[in-house]
């Protein structure tokens, strides 16, 4: 018999539940998350299995709901947060940096602040310029936050075990694309780490540093490529802080050129960083000008042509992969 | 404003030392005045400007070794308006006008520069090179200025200087016998002046860079015929009866007018094969080739051949080898040479098959005139001077056709030698 056909939605909530049934501190708290079901579907059924004390819907208050699960977390319960998007998170942005990043460090040790933040990001859905944007990069720029970017079904199946155990806050990224994305998941893994970069496709040519919504064009993007004869490599960053930097540079310094596929805005954003490090490291090892494939620099258009044309698309990154190796082509 | 660049003197330049300025800020500078002396492996040089104007500033001082095509100095053009303190390089021609010194022929099959920018793009000086391949050229010990870059603009990559080192490996093992061997040392006294001399060590690499990329990019093909020179030598006894011992001809200038007119009639073999293709020669301007003492060998040129007079030639000639000697050859004179000869003078061999200087598509040898049995235009035998005359030519630019007429037209001038 060959193992089930599940969506990322699937494993995000089967992640949720192996929390709840293995711990009864866990609890989930968000806008929609019971009766609704999540916005994205991921908690539906959970109310019934686990009752409201333990799948809790929230008034529509990121500050106050946040907030709260800091308390919790203080207190010793281990919640997890939905915040429907990230652009609403923004609304939660001075809990999230002014008390769960910054408590254990102002407590001298004191208080630990094991709270688990989910949040969708991203676009692709026609869901326009408040519901679309990729803002995980500036929760990146946070010391004392741990960001996670699953990608794979397995990634968001088993990270949320080891981000409830972690005693700072962990803030998970789901691409809303994502969610319906179907696979089988790998029955040999039943945990994954929360440190390191993972190289998802080897190559010899070019490094591919990307994570999230973007893997899958890259992946196919380096399908594309190996057509033509340059074999890439794809690096899953799936922690965006800290940065898995050994892994990155450990193959750019193998394929000497780098191209980081991110779905924010440039300017100052996660590829700006990763680009930074690998000019800081790996300068002399270089043999191509770092790249970018970023989102074009708008707010998100709502009309699906201009939608897609501001997203990295997989002809983008091939073509910026070309104009590296091949650019008489 | 124009901006007067290390000059490449030479396809196996890649830097160079500024030794002296010889003007300074505020300096009126004329064309092919020489400005500056720089430092290469080929000695100490006299570099000359290529532009009318005024020296606003010197970029560089003394003792500094940098690449070719960095700038060294900025010129105003006559009639400028004095410029801002720093501008940035100017895009490349299409403005030549606005070079001191153009790229030069001879530095460009293998430093081809890179596409131009997009018009609004400042240009950096020198070649693009990626850090990983200039490391990597450094371990190898290939000058960058030979490899030839196919990253993004142009740059030079990690690829490219290890294709460049496996070219120079695999001619390694049997290094070509280069025209050095050939040439004799000319009577003439070295005047060694310290500043001046060259680097025999040096100079050896940069013949051997040359002669193996010759030998690695030029299909060469070669052929010889036998010249007799009983009417060239008797016009020269003739001529030289009515001359005082140091104006007398020696028989190098009938050789070497008489292969600059032939290029005349033959101007396909007079130039260079760059980026490809061939780019004929701007005028005739035939390089020379010296032996130096200490085991080194240049070419310098002398610029038109074909429209200077036996005289001229005879002094433009003894002055050449007395400065390649000391050291003071001009940047125009190490870089313009449209074609080489080599000749063995009187104690060499009979003949020679030269190897080509590249760029440039042929190189023409003179072996030592030697009396031998000659069969004439009546059928008689007679002990005649002759000599063998020999051309090695690039195989992609010309075919033996060609090459059997530059050889057969030499022959018909130095058959007439009244007329050279």
Known sequence: ?329 | MGLFRMPSLGADMEAGTLVEWLVKPGDKVKRGQVVAVVETQKGAIEVECFEEGTVEELLLAPGQKVPVETPMARIRAAGEAPGPAAVPPPPPPPTPAAECIEPRPAAAPSAAPPPPPPPSAARPAGLKVSPAARRRALELGVPLDRVHGTGPDGAITVADVESAARGAAAEAPSPPPTPAAAVPPVAEPSTPVARRGFDPVEMRKAIAAAMSRSKREIPHYYLASTVAMHRALAFLEATNRERPPPERLLPAVLLLKATALALREVPQLNGFWIDGGFRPGPGIHLGWAIALRGGGLVAPAIHDVDKLALPKLMAALRDLVGRARSGGLKSSELADATLTITSLGERGAESVLPVIYPPQVAMVGFGAIVTRPWVDEAGGLAARPVVQVSLAADHRASDGHLGSRLLAAIDDHLQRPETL
């Not at chain 1, 293995?22 to 009766?35: C, H, I, K, Q, T």
């Not at chain 1, 991203?122 to 960001?147: T, V």
């Not at chain 1, 997989?314 to 190796?325: G, K």
């Open chain 1, 1 to 329: 018999m060959s193992a089930p056909i599940v969506t990322y939605r699937e494993c995000c909530k089967q992640g949720i539940r192996a929390a709840l049934l293995a711990d009864p501190r866990v609890f989930l708290m968000g806008e929609d998350v019971g009766r609704y079901g999540g916005c994205y579907a991921v908690s539906k059924g959970l109310l019934e299995e686990f009752g409201p004390e333990r799948i809790r819907d929230t008034p529509l208050s990121e500050s106050a709901f946040v907030g709260a699960g800091i308390g919790a977390a203080i207190a010793g319960m281990r919640p997890i947060v939905e915040i429907m998007t990230v652009n609403f998170s923004l609304l939660a942005l001075d809990q999230i940096l002014n008390n769960a990043a910054t408590i254990p460090h102002m407590s001298g040790g004191q208080f630990a602040v094991p709270l688990v933040i989910r949040m969708a990001t991203g676009g692709g859905r026609q869901l326009a310029a408040q519901h679309s944007h990729s803002l995980e990069g500036w929760y990146a720029h946070i010391p004392g936050l741990k960001i996670l970017a699953p990608a794979t079904l397995e990634d968001a199946r088993y990270m949320l075990a080891p981000a409830l155990l972690d005693p700072n806050p962990v803030l998970i990224f789901e691409h809303i694309m994502l969610y319906n994305m179907e696979g089988v998941l790998d029955p040999a893994v039943t945990s994954v780490d929360i440190e390191k970069a993972a190289i998802r496709r080897p190559g010899r040519d070019v490094t591919l540093v990307t994570y999230g919504g973007s893997l899958f064009k890259t992946l196919e993007a380096a399908e594309d490529l190996a057509r033509e004869g340059v074999e890439a490599e794809v690096v899953d960053l799936r922690v965006l802080r800290p940065l898995d930097q050994e892994t990155i540079l450990a193959s750019v310094r193998r394929t000497r050129r780098c191209v980081i596929v991110d779905e924010g805005w440039r300017s100052g954003s996660l590829s700006a960083e990763i680009g930074m490090r690998i000019g800081e490291e790996a300068f002399y090892e270089l043999d191509a000008p770092l790249r970018r494939v970023c989102a074009v620099e708008v707010p998100m258009p709502y009309a699906g042509h201009l939608e897609q044309a501001a997203l990295p698309s997989r002809e983008r990154i091939v073509a910026t992969v070309r104009a590296l190796l091949r650019p008489g082509s």
